[in-house]
């Protein structure tokens, strides 16, 4: 029983820190995103 709640938290834990990480790729793949389109932005208003 003890090794079942055991892996289990592992488990969990892994599940956490996967989603996490997740969560930091997507967000900083918007951030380049959003600046590449404000750069293309600026380059299309100053011409």
Request: net charge negative; hydrophobic share 55%; charged share 25%.
């Amino acid at each position: 029983m003890k090794n079942l709640s055991v892996f289990v938290a592992v488990l969990s834990a892994l599940a956490a820190i996967s989603a996490a990480v997740i969560a930091v790729v997507l967000f900083l793949d918007k951030k380049r995103k959003d600046e590449e389109e404000l750069e293309h932005y600026l380059d299309c208003s100053i011409q």
